[in-house]
């Protein structure tokens, strides 16, 4: 990595997904010159450490971007919406966590395994894909690249944090009131916004973000559109079902590709997953060996098992796919683009 330092923003510190920038910032060594802390006017003022040093939290305004070289967003999207541009005004590089710019024509939609040269064609805001997207890619770029493929059904088992801290609160204090024999409230998932509340501890609820029109859920039309986006691939065939389940980090997927070229092996598919960056293949049935959320968490690398050969279709697999969301799925996503960016003097 360059020799060079920069000043670095984190734009909702204090979240789930900010607390992860930082602790993977301080992790990676990132070569940070000046660091700021930025937040809603609720959370201004509170203290946060990094490095063994106390910061302030400031609250994030279009000045708070005087001077800053490169802007980690994740504090929502009416939030990236509003500040975004105002960093990039004033010479920033954004690299934004929320949906609000990844579907916008000329934003990069980057996960570095997959389209790292995307990030070169920046007009100073990059957009992290959705976490679920994220490590989907991740897995299939290697079986697309070498063998082909033309349709995706993919169905997630996804952790509650991927709802924010106040979901994960409300698991807890469901469970206990679960084993207490006492009533369930419910007042996050699947949507805070949404009308209806339902209970997720020792339940699944099949709805990740609001209904659009066609009947599937904004979630499952991002994993369907961004995955298009980032494989420049707009005629691959992406179906997905998202579903919420009551534990705390991690997102497990059941995926289904169809590819392209004739006569390939579960151990072809076994041999390009060992050998894909940022890939840990877990898969021998004999010796019960498969990721889980449990064993995903906490770990940089998309975790794949379970490959098989469909029983119909001589072209199709089944791969299961597993990853800490708030890391690659968010948090070290964002900051493996702001590495790619230094090394290659893209800012």
């Known amino acids: 990595m360059s020799e060079t330092t ?21 992790e990676r060594n990132f070569p940070i010159k000046e660091l700021t802390l930025l937040s809603s006017s609720r959370s201004a003022g509170l203290k946060m450490t990094f490095k063994g040093k106390e910061y302030t939290l400031q609250e994030a305004k279009p000045e708070s971007f005087e001077k800053i070289d490169i802007a980690l967003f994740s504090a929502g999207g009416s939030i990236s919406k509003q500040l975004a541009p105002e960093a990039v005004k004033r010479g920033a590089v954004v690299i934004d966590n929320t949906s609000a710019f990844r579907m916008t024509e000329g934003v990069p939609l ?60 409300e698991l807890r204090e469901q469970s206990q009131s679960f084993l207490n024999g006492e009533e369930l409230e419910a007042n996050i998932l699947p949507v805070k916004g949404d009308k209806q509340h339902y209970p997720i501890a020792f339940n699944a609820l099949p709805q990740i973000d609001v209904f659009q029109d066609n009947g599937y859920t904004f979630e499952e039309m991002k994993m369907i559109n961004e995955t298009k986006k980032i494989m420049h691939a707009p005629d691959l065939s992406v179906a997905a079902t998202c579903v919420r389940l009551p534990f705390f980090t991690s997102h497990a997927e059941s995926v289904y590709v169809e590819v392209e070229k004739e006569g390939v092996s579960v151990e072809e598919i076994k041999q390009l997953m060992e050998e894909a960056p940022g890939i840990t293949l877990e898969d021998d049935p004999s010796a019960q060996s498969y990721p889980t959320p449990l064993s995903a968490a906490g770990k940089r690398d998309v ?40 090394a290659n003097q893209w800012l």
């Open 303 to 342: 975790f794949v098992g379970r490959i098989r050969k469909d029983l119909d279709d001589e072209k199709g697999f089944h791969l299961w796919v597993v990853s800490d969301n708030l890391l690659k799925g968010a948090a070290w996503n964002s900051v493996q683009i702001a590495e790619r960016l230094v």
């Open 6 to 26: 920069y000043n670095v923003a984190v734009v909702g510190a204090t979240g789930a997904v900010g607390q992860k920038m930082l602790e993977t910032l301080e």
């Open 110 to 169: 980057v996960v570095p395994e997959v389209n790292e040269e995307d990030i070169r064609n920046h007009q100073g805001i990059i957009a992290n894909p959705n976490c679920s997207t994220i490590q989907m890619v991740a897995a299939l770029e290697p079986v697309r690249k070498s063998l082909g493929m033309k349709r995706v059904i993919v169905s997630t088992y996804q952790a509650v944090s991927g709802a924010g801290n106040e979901a994960a609160d």
